[in-house]
């Protein structure tokens, strides 16, 4: 499935917020499509060379139009089987569900030390991977656009992340240790948006432990 809309070439604020974290000699994108990322990022040299991998025809087509004349590798392939370990400094996954990016980094000699994740849903998935996988948290970035995004860059560590310090777990991976100890402002109107989400269904028990959570989120902001 492509994301494409056919619509502006220019970068969203949800990919620009990525690029904005992303600064090596090799990057790999995972996923593509339009290659607007990997175009960024090679005409503002926050990059010196691409890997680009697609495992669709019709956007594989439309990220090879688009970095013609880029210094990009283009596969046609799925995800990290397409990819030697050691073949790039950093990655970007972005645009897809928590879990299919969470299949993709599945070989894990083949992931590289700095990642850059997006995913349009459930970014505690992704929390709880880079935990059980040793990255830490180097920044997060929430964005609005279709629905609030949140972008994570994660770098390897040999160290327990000291994000999460003094913070309670299941809130801390909800709703992102970072945005709460800085009062990300994207946050905090998220989470107004959904406590009157949840305030208007609370007949039903879970809306009512959603609700207990987003109220203790709030709290950070008194
Ligand atoms: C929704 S688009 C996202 C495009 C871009 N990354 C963005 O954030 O706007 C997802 C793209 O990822 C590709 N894709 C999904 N799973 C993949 C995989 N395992 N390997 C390579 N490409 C994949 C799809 O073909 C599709 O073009």
């Not at 880029?70 to 046609?76: E, G, H, K």
């Not at 990290?80 to 370990?85: F, P, Y």
């Not at 030390?113 to 180097?138: F, G, I």
Request: some cysteine; aromatic content about 8%; overall charge positive.
């Amino acid at each position: 499935m492509s994301c494409n809309t056919g619509l502006k070439p220019a970068l969203s604020e949800r990919l620009f917020a990525a690029a904005q974290e992303i600064s090596s000699l090799t990057h790999i994108d995972i996923g593509s499509d339009h290659a607007h990322l990997p175009r960024y990022l090679l005409e503002t040299r926050k990059v010196r060379h691409m890997i680009v991998v697609e495992k669709h025809a019709l956007p594989f087509a439309r990220a090879k139009e688009a970095l013609k004349g880029y210094n990009a590798d283009l596969r046609f392939g799925d995800g990290l089987h397409v990819i030697k370990a050691g073949e790039g400094d950093s990655l970007s996954i972005t645009g897809m569900g928590a879990q299919t990016i969470i299949k993709i980094l599945a070989e894990p000699e083949k992931v590289p030390p700095s990642l850059v994740l997006q995913a349009n849903d459930k970014p505690e998935l992704l929390r709880t991977w880079a935990l059980e996988h040793s990255y830490a948290l180097k920044n997060e970035t929430m964005v609005t656009g279709f629905w609030p995004y949140t972008i994570l860059s994660l770098e390897k560590s040999k160290l327990a992340d000291p994000s999460y310090d003094g913070l309670e777990p299941e809130l801390a991976l909800k709703f992102g240790p970072l945005l709460l100890k800085t009062g990300d402002p994207i946050l905090y109107e998220t989470l107004n948006k959904q406590a009157k989400h949840y305030g208007k269904k609370l007949a039903k028990p879970w809306a009512q432990k959603r609700l207990e959570l987003i109220q203790k989120a709030l709290r950070y902001y008194d």
